[in-house]
């Protein structure tokens, strides 16, 4: 869900629609994910190797990545009952 408000938040900044756009990178994500998996172990690479591998490739990419994220507004959503 945070997500797509932020996708959304980046859609109003454009003035056009483009959350469609997010939602097929998500699934290429996920696709391209599976196919260097099925690499990794076509390869013979064990799944600990793999795994964190994985891990540190990712985790670089998304601390570099995270400059670019808008920035929040400090407002948390409430339940109705006030908890």
Do not use: D, K, W
């Amino acid at each position: 869900m945070a997500i797509n408000a932020h996708g959304v938040e980046v859609e109003r900044g454009y003035g056009r629609q483009i959350l469609s756009g997010f939602h097929a990178l998500f699934s290429f994500g996920g696709l391209s994910g599976a196919l260097v998996g099925v690499v990794a172990a076509g390869a013979g690479v064990g799944a600990a190797v793999h795994l964190v591998t994985a891990a540190v490739v990712l985790l670089a990419l998304g601390l570099s990545a995270s400059c670019l994220l808008l920035p929040g507004n400090g407002h948390r959503a409430t339940s109705p009952g006030g908890a």
